[in-house]
């Protein structure tokens, strides 16, 4: 009755931490803290993240949240790691692209031509 209790009792954060740690086909990262400062200086907040890759699951990552009104723990599953990781290459892409445009654009009113364009 009692082992049935402390199962409830064990958050979803450590229980999914707990399943993963030790597995042999799970490599993990160190946890790292971050102290976040906001712009005005008022308060800060404290960040602490892990991230777990299983074999053939993907990604987990372990984020724990700490401000003057207390601590939030979470686990961000696979499918949602997968998606913020894909938003920020679709995010790094269009940079680039744009970059690429303004610095062509740049060269243009300047009068240099691309390296295709020269004649040899």
Known sequence: MNEQKD???ISYFDRMMGTLTGL???VHTKATTLRVVPTF???TYVYV?????????????????VSD?????IVIPAA??????RQRD????????RAGVRRA???KAKGIQPGFMKKK
């Not at 892990?50 to 074999?55: A, E, H, I």
């Not at 679709?90 to 692209?97: A, E, I």
Request: aromatic share 8%; charged share 25%; glycine share 8%.
């Open 7 to 9: 199962n409830q009792t």
């Open 24 to 26: 042999p086909d799970v």
């Open 41 to 43: 200086g008022i308060g």
């Open 49 to 65: 993240v892990q991230t777990f890759r299983q074999r053939d699951q993907g990604d987990s990552i372990f984020l724990e949240y």
């Open 69 to 73: 009104t207390g601590a939030t723990r």
């Open 80 to 85: 949602v790691a997968d998606t913020i990781a």
């Open 90 to 97: 679709q995010l790094t892409f269009k940079s680039r692209s």
């Open 105 to 107: 654009e740049d060269m």
